[in-house]
């Protein structure tokens, strides 16, 4: 049973250019979540996917930013215009679509803009 | 955003004692979840609660779901140098999103 797993680890750019991360979940896992950690704080919620849906998305979540789930299996995450804030670890899980909660996170991209 | 309280903020101990830390909420929640994260990796679960009032055991950890459903706490027992890390406690009302807390940094000296 492989973990999920997420690419680049690392991703160092300038402001203003657009970056866009991958995030594969555990197989059988129908829902896929995206959290945004900086430093010293805990993960926050950005938005998840159950199957290709996106279900729900955080007011961090400004318009610069755009995730998608195209076929209910991998995610990506997009930043466009990136700005010097936006440096974080940007983390995915995955859950099962039942009544029990248990998200299994991924190593993160840590994302540095410059 | 909105974050859990957690104490104490770090706790620096001797290999071999038990620890206890716990995390705090205004609101009620339907799910607690404790995580544990190295640094430059991701949080790494290690229990989950489903219960007001309940009280589960992953070996040496153990972690309770508090009666008001506002709190829970987690206790190490038999500390080691590999539970070094952050512990961060989750918790999770109606929508799937976990709201996290703001950690526990763990230091285990020999």
């Known amino acids: 049973d492989t973990g999920v797993s997420q690419d680049p680890r690392h991703k160092i750019t300038k402001r203003g250019q657009n970056v866009t991360f991958r995030c594969d979940p555990i197989?059988?896992?129908?829902?896929l979540y995206w959290y945004r950690q900086t430093l010293g704080q805990g993960p926050e919620f950005l938005t998840y996917?159950?199957?290709?849906?996106?279900?729900?998305k955080s007011r961090l979540l400004s318009d610069r930013f755009s995730a998608e789930r195209p076929k209910g299996s991998f995610s990506t995450l997009e930043i466009q215009r990136t700005e010097q804030g936006d440096s974080a670890m940007y983390l995915c899980?995955?859950?099962?679509?039942?009544?029990?909660?248990?998200?299994?996170f991924g190593p993160g991209t840590r994302l540095t803009v410059l | 955003g909105q974050q859990l309280n957690q104490s104490p903020q770090s706790m620096f101990i001797q290999e071999g004692e038990d620890v206890s830390m716990n995390c705090t909420s205004s609101?009620?929640?339907?799910?607690w979840l404790w995580y544990k994260q190295d640094p430059g990796e991701g949080p790494v679960l290690l229990i989950a609660?489903?219960?007001?009032?309940e009280l589960t055991s992953n070996g040496r950890l153990t972690a309770q779901f508090g009666i008001t459903r506002k709190d829970s706490f987690l206790n190490i027992s038999a500390s080691i140098p590999s539970d070094v890390g952050i512990y961060f406690c989750a918790g999770q009302l109606y929508t799937d999103k976990l709201i996290f807390g703001t950690g526990t940094r763990l230091q285990v000296f020999p």
């Open positions: 609101s009620i929640f339907n799910t």
């Open positions: 609660l489903y219960k007001a009032g």
């Open positions: 899980a995955s859950s099962r679509m039942t009544g029990y909660n248990e998200q299994f």
């Open positions: 996917f159950q199957n290709e849906a996106q279900l729900e």
């Open positions: 197989s059988e896992h129908n829902r």
